[in-house]
């Protein structure tokens, strides 16, 4: 099942990138293992997919050292500055830096461990109260504080897309973050080649729209909702 499964998401994921003229390897699928207990990671690490996302540190301490080293870990959901120091050498990608708070957090234990972090910064393109990030408005003043962070490199920008069965809606969403993005890049002049955006309901749309990284759980893993 999740042999097929993976089957079917690189396809969707190689089509939408050729109906945007964009070539299939420049998105990269991070495989959301939240609830998913270890055998069924290791099934999917077994079709060759090593790239996983975890959103709870808990949960992925806990199965951090029952896989394969070979796995590159994002970190995705919010992360409390209390527990960096669990995981600052372990993963490869924090998705979800939402403050300036947490941002110095992680300098200080990437220094102390003398290691690089790096990071996306979450906006909250949908204005949902229950979404952590910096507004889109916002997001540029919090980049100036962070890009002077010596240990942390800044990738790129995350976005959870709205709750919503609305195409349009959730197009315009990922259409801000791109947005949002470019500005950033001109105002500083950086480049931040990441955009991390689009899950198991609307990874088409955001490939669409520029996404390079789709968190994908559910179609995966989950009881499939292919349409
Ligand atoms: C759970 C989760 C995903 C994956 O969502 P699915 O709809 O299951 O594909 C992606 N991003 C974040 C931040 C998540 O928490």
Redesign the pocket.
Known sequence: MIRENLKLLTERVETSARRAAREPGTVKI?L?T?NIPVDRIREAYDCGFRVF?E?RVQEFLEKFPALPSDITWHL??HLQTNKVKYIADKISLI??VDSVKLAEELEKRAALIGRNIRVLLEVNTSGEASKFGFSPDGVAGSFSNIKALPHLEVLGL?T?GPLTEDKVTSREAFRSLKVTKEKIEQNFGVSLPELSMG???D?EIAIEEGSTMV????????LPRWR
């Open positions: 991070v959301v939240k996302g959103n995705i959901g998705h979800s995350m959870i899950m198991s309901g990874y968190r994908i759980g559910t179609v995966v893993f989950g």
